[in-house]
Nanobody, 120 residues
């Protein structure tokens, strides 16, 4: 199993910045990729950004150029730097770990979520 603990959410004005952190523990050697998802009230959870074990990244179109996902392997931590925040970025942000414990098996783990509120 993998445990994920997020931090860094809060209230910020439009145009401001926040950095989210996600610390992973447990069977981290099975992690294939880690990502950040978000869910706004009344909306489905959506992928914001992901970073693969090899280091490649991908982003939702809505955050490209504003958000950056990165990781510190020594600290087992993934970050989401969010700049130029907009009110529509308001959501609960969840850290996700895509693990492959054995061939053909994928197990996803989720953090508890951290609230981001962007005021206009």
């Amino acid at each position: 199993q993998v445990q994920l603990v997020e931090s860094g959410g809060g209230l910020v004005q439009a145009g401001g910045s926040l950095r989210l952190s996600c610390v992973a523990s447990g069977s981290i050697f099975n992690i294939n990729a880690m990502g950040w998802h978000r869910q706004a009230p009344g909306s489905q959870r959506e992928l914001v950004a992901a970073i693969m074990s090899g280091g490649s990244t991908n982003y939702a179109d809505s955050v490209k150029g504003r958000f950056t996902i990165s990781r510190d392997n020594a600290k087992n931590t993934v970050y989401l730097q969010m700049n130029s925040l907009k009110p529509e970025d308001t959501a609960v942000y969840y850290c996700n770990a895509d693990t492959r414990p054995r061939a053909g098996v994928r197990i996803d783990y989720w953090g508890q979520g951290t609230q981001v509120i962007v005021s206009s």
